[in-house]
């Protein structure tokens, strides 16, 4: 198996568009998980503003974890390449394996936004703050 990481914000943003319509920002930054030349991973991130970042994480179906070069890469970059003080990111209520991925990452909740789901329910605001952070 050939595993590498990849930096292509319009790749990563296709594969990533496929779990959760997230509209393309010229100013994305894309990271993948490339595994025998298909991307099983991916990672957006958007609107830094010197303090926070959003990232957009999907993984392919039947997929329940990535490997941890790509973790560390992944939270390496916003917080160490960037000086980020936290990412931040936002769920469905509905979604549980998103759900359940994010909390197992680390981030935890940090507001819920009722009614502001695409089904009408909630969406969890998710937060990951450096200290926090296990991965660098």
Request: charged fraction near 25%.
């Given at each position: 198996?050939?595993?590498?990481?990849?930096?292509?914000?319009?790749?990563?943003?296709?594969?990533?568009?496929?779990?959760?319509?997230?509209p393309?920002?010229?100013?994305?930054?894309?990271l993948?998980?490339?595994?025998?030349?298909?991307?099983?991973a991916?990672?957006?991130?958007?609107?830094?503003?010197?303090?926070?970042?959003?990232?957009?994480?999907?993984?392919?179906?039947?997929?329940?974890m990535?490997?941890?070069?790509?973790?560390?890469?992944?939270f390496?970059?916003?917080?160490?390449?960037?000086?980020?003080?936290?990412?931040?990111?936002?769920?469905?209520?509905?979604?549980?394996?998103?759900?359940?991925?994010?909390?197992?990452?680390?981030?935890?909740?940090?507001?819920?936004?009722?009614?502001?789901?695409?089904?009408?329910?909630?969406?969890?605001?998710?937060?990951?703050?450096?200290?926090?952070c296990?991965?660098?």
């Open positions: 198996m050939t595993r590498r990481i990849v930096s292509d914000p319009v790749r990563v943003w296709e594969f990533v568009w496929n779990f959760t319509p997230v393309f920002a010229q100013h994305m930054k894309g993948g998980l490339e595994q025998d030349g298909e991307l099983t991916g990672v957006l991130y958007e609107k830094w503003n010197g303090v926070n970042i959003w990232a957009h994480i999907a993984l392919a179906p039947g997929r329940r990535v490997c941890r070069e790509f973790l560390r890469y992944g390496y970059y916003p917080f160490v390449e960037l000086g980020c003080r936290r990412i931040s990111g936002s769920v469905e209520a509905s979604n549980t394996a998103s759900r359940q991925l994010t909390e197992h990452l680390g981030f935890r909740q940090e507001a819920v936004l009722h009614g502001a789901a695409s089904d009408g329910g909630a969406v969890i605001l998710y937060v990951m703050r450096r200290e926090d296990r991965y660098v």
